[in-house]
């Protein structure tokens, strides 16, 4: 696979390519899936369903890897939280986890509970072409964390700082939950037939850089040395968002980071270009424009070469109303001008 | 003044400090004041009333200098948009700007409209003591324009990020009325009384490098440089929040460098310590904790040391739930830490 090899920075015909969010609300087929179920939670735990949008991106714009289609708050619903979507405000849990005693009304052990998401990946993987790779996928730690302790969406995440600062000792229990059962659910998805992991930290920004890596980057850390150890063909890709300020803290043992677009190509590859293969980083928004879209590759691929090391891909998710015209140009440009 | 003293680099007796929203809800005196009116923006137009809560922290809290009360959005509302602010969901205006056609209905020179703040700046710097510094501000055009365009809170700016590259021309002939608008609107604040402005990019994070300086920070500049070939004595301070992977790029001529909490403050400090006044960057939520407060202030303090080139402040505005006693005792301890 095309992909692996990247990862592995093995040498491959061209930099292959796969898009955040690629299996979404802008293509009009993963529509008519959606509006068939009642809700997205539906959908997620529809084995069947949700292989099919899984797959639709690799059909339809010929991208390299699919991606399960699943939620990062898969893990708290099968800890027992009450997780509702709510329109225009995206997801809300109605008790929020605040101190000890809500964490232990937790279940243990949700990833036994996750029986759907690994059905998912075995209806998949019969599926896809040989020649693609299935990325499996959870949320970091701490991302996970803050939906749990907010409840709702924040801007500035005061709840969950709060804590960070006045008991740190409750908030490393929970981090220490979730960073057990996301090792336990990664190997159980690996089990299951994916053939890479991408642990997405989309809050990461949240912390203030000793918090981060305190808080954040140290559970990751230690979830992909825990697959590695065991799966060391598995590559594992992290995915810190907003942190082009910490670079020079980065450490660990996995095989990809991924680079959002708020950090400079050549600043990411000049702190870790030598030690980690790159994926990213186009602006999503490019997407708008085909002009804006070559613009965009042409900058990427100079920074990183058409070579080995380097990963394409978005430098955060798709946006619903972006055209999937654009997307296939993306696709098709990125193979044409990295052929070796 | 220190403050001012300090933002050219002169010989202070301590590291002067103020916060940005100090003025504001976790302040039971600001409450009172702002329950008398019916809402946000009645008091923004009440001179009285608004000179009052810009003296409150001062009072309070000892800090060196205070910054006018009043809100960015102020120069749209005198352009002739319908600003409402809506509770729980912030600023919206209903009618967005989209189009040149939009764009040409706006009013010019809202600065001669904006006569309230000047009328505020002039009763604060009556009552304030010489030995404080009133500081003026205005949003950066970039920040402005995104809620002029969004209309409403956004988590992507999809809006304004298709227009940036899909219309830029429209972008730009919106970022140049609104750059002439602060110009004049900066400049008659300091002929009203401020001894220093800032100029708050709140959302520069929204922008991809390249972007950030074509659409943002040179219109930013702009404005520096036209206050500053004027009044030389009146330091200018920029504030881009979220550019910790940009600052290889920061050019112009302006005063004091304005550090959020997510640009780690030795690296502002090597990039642009020699040439700017680092002004900076305690994480607002460490003030939950009087130990977290004590041991970020440390942190700060040993990297720019207890000497000229720095400014303290918090590294974003503060919070309406952060006890003000912690607020005085951070003021107390930057002053004792930093004697020389």
Redesign the interface.
Known sequence: MIFIDACFRKKTPYTPIWMMRQAGRYLPQYMEVRNSVKDFLALCKDPKLAAEVTLQPVDILDVDAAILFSDILVIPLEMGMDLKFKKGEGPVFENPIRDFKDLEKLYNYPEERLTYVYETIKIVRKKLSKKKALIGFSGSPWTIATYMVEGR?S????AI??L???NPKFMHALLIKLTEAIKAYLIKQIESGVNAVQIFDSWA?AL????FFEFSWDYMVQIAEFIKDRYPNIPVILFPK?V???L?GIYGKFDVFSVD????MD?AKNYLGDRYVLQGNL?P??L??KE?TKEGVE?IIKIMGAKEGHIFNL?HGM?P?LPVENAKYLVELVHDLTKR
Chains 1, 2 share one sequence.
């Open positions: 969406g801007k500035t995440y005061a700082k709060k960070i600062y006045t920004s203030e850089k000793d918090k907003g082009a300020g910490y020079d677009w708020g950090t400079p600043l602006e928004t490019r708008y424009s804006a900058k430098g946006l109303d």
